[in-house]
């Protein structure tokens, strides 16, 4: 059997190179977990959730970007349009679990005792689907966050009161739980063209409740800028969310390029 020697200064240098590396590698974690912990405490976390304004995040995870892309497709159909929001709405869950409170915990395995985590927030989620196009997505949500309470609300444009930028909106149905100061609200809508509605539903249910929850989360998938400014000024404090931000509305109000009416392909067979 042949054996490799190495001279003395060889296995120093190598000893001295591993040593260096090791240290590198700590001073570099080390500093990960600090710029972590700083991201925490502004609400947010490193990775797929990319900050453009305060309290503005982009959902930039691939999954969600490649979902997103293949239900903007036209010739999608209603099961995949469908299907396609209910995988946004699980993948958007998964993104906002990153910025919620945890707690260690210990449990007992069939072998012996193991640490872990929990989401603390869990127990005091309530999501609230603007009618209809929301619906796909409060079931993603509901699915990862099954113990969350469940509200919807109905609302419609008055199209005698509008212009391109703004809608003056009319909620027909409103049935929500009644909110606490330790729970997390989380409203949800796939399109947030103007800002409109998201306004007026949080003015109505904020004002039915005589304590205003611990947070107040936006999630969205596209949105113009204009109309994600407009929530956080009327409702500072509001953490948003949305996978994209397109540029511009069509003189109908649809978002460009967007994705059409989503409430229609999502539940509206095509005729002919």
Not at 97 to 111: D, H
Not at 131 to 154: D, K, N
Not at 159 to 186: A, G, M
Request: aromatic fraction near 6%.
């Amino acid at each position: 059997m042949r054996r490799f020697s190495r001279a003395p200064g060889e296995i120093e240098s190598f000893t001295r190179r591993t040593r260096q590396l090791d240290t590198g590698f700590r001073r570099a974690n080390k500093g990960w977990c600090i710029v972590q912990r700083i991201l925490s405490t502004l609400g947010g976390t490193a990775g797929s959730l990319r900050q453009i304004k305060r309290n503005i995040w982009l959902l930039d995870h691939i999954l969600i970007q490649e979902t997103l892309t293949s239900i903007r497709d036209r010739v999608v159909g209603l099961p995949r349009f469908r299907d396609g929001l209910i995988t946004l709405g699980k993948l958007v869950a998964y993104e906002l679990a990153q910025t919620m409170r945890r707690k260690r915990v210990e449990v007992q395995t069939p072998l012996a005792k193991a640490k872990g985590v929990a989401i603390s927030e869990r127990a005091h989620l309530v999501i609230v689907g603007i009618l209809r196009a929301a619906v796909p997505l409060v079931e993603g949500l509901s699915s990862v966050f099954p113990e969350a309470r469940l509200g919807f609300l109905s609302a419609r444009r008055k199209e005698s009161k509008q212009t391109r930028e703004r809608f003056d909106v009319e909620i027909s149905y409103l049935n929500v739980p009644t909110l606490s100061e330790v729970d997390t609200l989380i409203i949800t809508d796939p399109m947030i063209a103007t800002g409109s509605t998201i306004c007026k539903a949080l003015d109505l249910i904020l004002s039915r409740n005589a304590k205003r929850p611990r947070r107040v989360i936006v999630a969205g998938i596209v949105a113009t800028m204009n109309a994600l400014r407009r929530i956080a000024s009327r409702h500072p404090g509001t953490e948003i969310y949305v996978a994209a931000t397109d540029p511009r509305l069509d003189r109908r109000g649809y978002i460009v390029p967007g994705l059409g009416d989503a409430g229609d392909r999502a539940f509206i067979l095509p005729v002919g």
